[in-house]
């Protein structure tokens, strides 16, 4: 299975979630709904720019690629007892970072072929995150840790799956951060990736 089939099942996947969860929140539609959910989901096909290492037993260089985030399902721990502290895909930037827990969906794409490691270019990693502010609720200053587990083959189309554990560190109100992700598999140990999240 090539890139194109895995993006596309992605997409579709994507676009049926948001569908579920638009539905559920059905008495609440409006034209003005719709321009958010549109503008919104615009904004999440900006990737991040990530750096992959490519290694082998000899040799060893950083592959630059993108990365999607996808949040299907968000708690919140400071949520106002007024309205529920679960949110789905389009999360309030003050409720993620102000504390919270999350199922995340990340898509992944290398710009070039991995030379050393022989892993294709596509990847999809999930698994859950949390968020802990430090400065102003989060705002200024929150951290993330978080457990993944990565969806990937290699050229001759064989599976190499493996977990990675991840740090994150944001600023800007979330819209900028860095993560480092250390992934326990010999082909790529870590790769690093400067994190944008728009709301």
């Known amino acids: 299975m090539n890139i ?3 993006t596309k099942k992605f997409f579709v996947i994507l676009l049926l979630l948001l569908s579920v969860s638009r539905n559920s929140f059905s008495q609440n539609t409006s034209p003005n709904k719709f321009l958010e ?3 919104w989901t615009l904004f999440q096909a900006i990737p991040s720019p ?3 290492q490519d290694r082998n037993d000899n040799d060893a260089r950083l592959q630059f690629g993108f990365r999607w985030h996808v949040t299907p399902v968000n708690y919140s721990f400071n949520a106002n007892k007024l309205v529920s502290p679960v949110q789905f895909f389009l999360v309030n930037p003050v409720r993620r970072y102000g504390g919270s827990l999350e199922l995340l969906i990340e898509p992944e794409w290398a710009t070039g072929g991995y030379q050393y490691s022989n892993l294709q270019r596509f990847n999809l990693s999930a698994g859950a995150r949390a968020f802990i502010p430090a400065i102003e609720y989060g705002e200024y200053l929150a951290f993330s840790v978080a457990g993944k587990y990565n969806f990937t083959k290699n050229k001759s189309d064989q599976s190499l799956d493996y977990y990675s554990a991840e740090a994150g ?4 109100f979330g819209i900028a951060g860095i993560v480092f992700n250390y992934n326990f598999t010999s082909q790529s140990r870590y790769n690093i990736s400067l994190n944008l999240k728009y709301y």
Request: no cysteine; charged share 10%.
């Open 4 to 6: 194109f089939d895995h």
């Open 37 to 39: 959910w549109t503008t």
């Open 50 to 52: 990530t750096f992959y």
């Open 169 to 172: 560190l944001y600023t800007l």
